[in-house]
């Protein structure tokens, strides 16, 4: 007799046709750092601990993703995952699951916790690094840490955690003159360089698109050094990308703002209390923590899961004058 197959889970799509595959979760909305783009130097109001979904709750709504929805990659992201007591655990139950397990981190931390998540069943990591300058690490990031990054850095990549990324964020009059340096500091250390356009997810509400470094401008800076060939885009992925030719290297560029790739977006995010966002800049959310602990079956969570995904819009609309910003800063929805 042959053996029973599990039939594939119907897609997660939308009204535009879509197909959602990449989920993120957040594990935390606390972090280490008071980076100046991204919160103010006293912090934000945490979630009280009752509020943050569990290591159970969590696993059962990346299980519920991963066999009812057809999710292929979950990306754990926070506030900064890394404080997310037990990491290491979770990381290895979540690995049970069969997806492309992924770390988006600032590195404190890291440099401890590389081996035992790659152990656990982590398969890469992406670091924020926005510059190489102590000085100027601390003045960003409110905290003298760069040696601790750079030795997440190192360890991730000695651990297997690849490939390993580093994300930029270049900012005019602050960091934006570190462009070439970044990606030097990259091609020499074997990791991967990605430069993403700073975005209103902010939680003063003080970003200015005049201070926004292009994806057009980091291009032409890059352009000055290297020639750049053109490799485009891995299927959905964020970032576009070019090899520096004559060299097996490539950077990439994440340019939300001027020029959205919303048209192929296949991203939902789960946020650390439970909430679902069909979009980083959804205006809504979808309560799956009140279903969970409400006593709601896999059917019913998986219903609701896809009638939020089935209410995405087509774009994010930075730009355009109804423009609205979401409630929630970066911090708190996880990248």
């Given at each position: 007799?042959?053996?029973?197959?599990?039939?594939?889970?119907?897609?997660?799509?939308?009204?535009?046709?879509?197909?959602?595959?990449?989920?993120?979760?957040?594990?935390?909305?606390?972090?280490?750092?008071?980076?100046?783009?991204?919160?103010?130097?006293?912090?934000?109001?945490?979630?009280?601990?009752?509020?943050?979904?569990?290591?159970?709750?969590?696993?059962?709504?990346?299980?519920?993703?991963?066999?009812?929805?057809?999710?292929?990659?979950?990306?754990?992201?926070?506030?900064?995952?890394?404080?997310?007591?037990?990491?290491?655990?979770?990381?290895?139950?979540?690995?049970?699951?069969?997806?492309?397990?992924?770390?988006?981190?600032?590195?404190?931390?890291?440099?401890?916790?590389?081996?035992?998540?790659?152990?656990?069943?982590?398969?890469?990591?992406?670091?924020?690094?926005?510059?190489?300058?102590?000085?100027?690490?601390?003045?960003?990031?409110?905290?003298?840490?760069?040696?601790?990054?750079?030795?997440?850095?190192?360890?991730?990549?000695?651990?297997?955690?690849?490939?390993?990324?580093?994300n930029a964020v270049p900012?005019?009059?602050?960091?934006?003159?570190?462009?070439?340096?970044?990606?030097?500091?990259?091609?020499?250390?074997?990791?991967?360089?990605r430069f993403i356009e700073?975005?209103?997810?902010?939680?003063?509400?003080a970003w200015n698109r005049?201070?926004?470094?292009?994806?057009?401008?980091?291009?032409?800076?890059?352009?000055?050094?290297?020639?750049?060939?053109?490799?485009?885009?891995?299927?959905?992925?964020?970032?576009?990308?070019?090899?520096?030719?004559?060299?097996?290297?490539?950077?990439?560029?994440?340019?939300?703002?001027?020029?959205?790739?919303?048209?192929?977006?296949?991203?939902?995010?789960?946020?650390?209390?439970?909430?679902?966002?069909?979009?980083?800049?959804?205006?809504?959310?979808?309560?799956?923590?009140?279903?969970?602990?409400?006593?709601?079956?896999?059917?019913?969570?998986?219903?609701?899961?896809?009638?939020?995904?089935?209410?995405?819009?087509?774009?994010?609309?930075?730009?355009?004058?109804?423009?609205?910003?979401?409630?929630?800063?970066?911090?708190?929805?996880?990248?």
């Amino acid at each position: 007799m042959a053996p029973r197959t599990t039939p594939a889970p119907a897609p997660l799509v939308d009204r535009f046709g879509r197909v959602h595959t990449d989920l993120r979760i957040s594990l935390t909305d606390r972090c280490n750092l008071r980076c100046t783009y991204c919160m103010p130097a006293e912090g934000l109001d945490w979630l009280p601990k009752a509020e943050v979904l569990t290591d159970g709750e969590l696993l059962r709504l990346a299980g519920i993703a991963v066999h009812r929805l057809g999710i292929r990659t979950l990306r754990l992201t926070g506030g900064e995952p890394l404080l997310r007591r037990g990491l290491p655990g979770l990381v290895e139950r979540l690995s049970t699951l069969g997806a492309e397990l992924s770390l988006t981190t600032n590195g404190i931390g890291l440099a401890r916790l590389a081996p035992e998540l790659k152990q656990a069943g982590l398969h890469r990591a992406n670091v924020s690094l926005d510059t190489l300058r102590p000085e100027r690490y601390a003045a960003i990031t409110r905290r003298d840490r760069l040696a601790d990054v750079l030795a997440g850095l190192a360890a991730a990549r000695a651990a297997g955690l690849e490939p390993v990324k580093v994300n930029a964020v270049p900012v005019r009059g602050v960091n934006e003159d570190e462009i070439v340096d970044l990606v030097e500091f990259a091609v020499a250390g074997g990791y991967r360089m990605r430069f993403i356009e700073s975005m209103p997810l902010d939680a003063q509400g003080a970003w200015n698109r005049e201070a926004m470094v292009t994806a057009e401008e980091i291009l032409g800076v890059l352009g000055e050094r290297w020639r750049l060939v053109p490799v485009g885009r891995h299927g959905n992925a964020p970032a576009e990308e070019w090899r520096l030719d004559g060299t097996p290297h490539v950077v990439g560029v994440i340019a939300s703002v001027t020029r959205p790739f919303c048209g192929g977006c296949d991203r939902v995010r789960l946020t650390a209390d439970g909430q679902l966002r069909n979009c980083l800049f959804a205006t809504e959310e979808s309560d799956l923590r009140a279903l969970l602990r409400g006593g709601a079956d896999d059917d019913g969570i998986e219903a609701a899961w896809r009638a939020c995904v089935a209410r995405k819009g087509p774009g994010h609309r930075i730009g355009d004058e109804g423009f609205v910003r979401p409630d929630r800063p970066m911090s708190a929805i996880g990248g």
